[in-house]
T-cell receptor, first 107, second 113 residues
Framework: GDSVTQMEGPVTLSEEAFLTINCTYT??????LFWYVQYPGEGLQLLLK?????DKGSNKGFEATYRKETTSFHLEKGSVQVSDSAVYFC??????FGSGTKLNVKP | EAQVTQNPRYLITVTGKKLTVTCSQN?????MSWYRQDPGLGLRQIYY???????DKGDVPEGYKVSRKEKRNFPLILESPSPNQTSLYFC????????????FGPGTRLTVL
């Protein structure tokens, strides 16, 4: 069946460091891919999405490219800030979520 | 403002005492879901609904019930809560159109003693 695997956390970085959170998926057909972010004490909110192969989703300095050949959708940001500290979830279509990766950014 | 609301936000109860967590959305979405979030386990889907009067089990439905009598509401019912249902619960909704993301409520933190 469909599934999503993302790297385990927590990930701890210093401010301005480069971020990569890996996400791979298993799916039949051509799913849409999403990254959601959960700030402390809040619900999840959409960060970015990509709906077809080679699409790049971007928002707030974060990017992810839909790679069909490697079934991946890795999240990247060139320079993280303390305010990026949150839990990040990779998701496939509407109902399949990864286990979440907690990011801690230190000043 | 487009939103998903849940009530209550926090609840402490005792084993066996029936409870309902309400969920309402004002975006006319067809799809609604309930998830629980537990440390180390991420988000797990409890139940989902594709439209009014259409519901189906997710990955962890045991001990829960839902109903979808109106499009905007999707309550989660725990008939006889147990301590292993202590968790953080999220309701979400989305349009049936493809490629549309889910909108999440703020969460309900439930503790069953």
């Amino acid at each position: 069946g469909d599934s999503v695997t993302q790297m385990e956390g927590p990930v701890t970085l210093s401010e301005e460091a480069f971020l990569t959170i890996n996400c791979t998926y298993t799916a039949t057909g051509y799913p849409s891919l999403f990254w959601y972010v959960q700030y402390p004490g809040e619900g999840l909110q959409l960060l970015l999405k990509a709906t077809k192969a080679d699409d790049k989703g971007s928002n707030k300095g974060f990017e992810a490219t839909y790679r069909k050949e490697t079934t991946s959708f890795h999240l990247e940001k060139g320079s993280v800030q303390v305010s990026d500290s949150a839990v990040y979830f990779c998701a496939l279509d509407k109902f399949y979520f990864g286990s979440g990766t907690k990011l801690n950014v230190k000043p | 403002e487009a939103q998903v609301t849940q009530n209550p936000r926090y609840l402490i109860t005792v084993t066996g005492k029936k409870l309902t967590v309400t969920c309402s959305q004002n975006m006319n979405h067809e799809y609604m879901s309930w998830y629980r979030q537990d440390p180390g386990l991420g988000l797990r889907q409890i139940y989902y609904s594709m439209n009014v009067e259409v519901t189906d089990k997710g990955d962890v439905p045991e001990g829960y019930k839902v109903s979808r009598k109106e499009k905007r509401n999707f309550p989660l019912i725990l008939e006889s809560p147990s301590p292993n249902q202590t968790s953080l619960y999220f309701c979400a909704s989305s349009s049936k159109r493809e490629n549309n993301e889910q909108f999440f409520g703020p969460g309900t933190r439930l503790t069953v003693l």
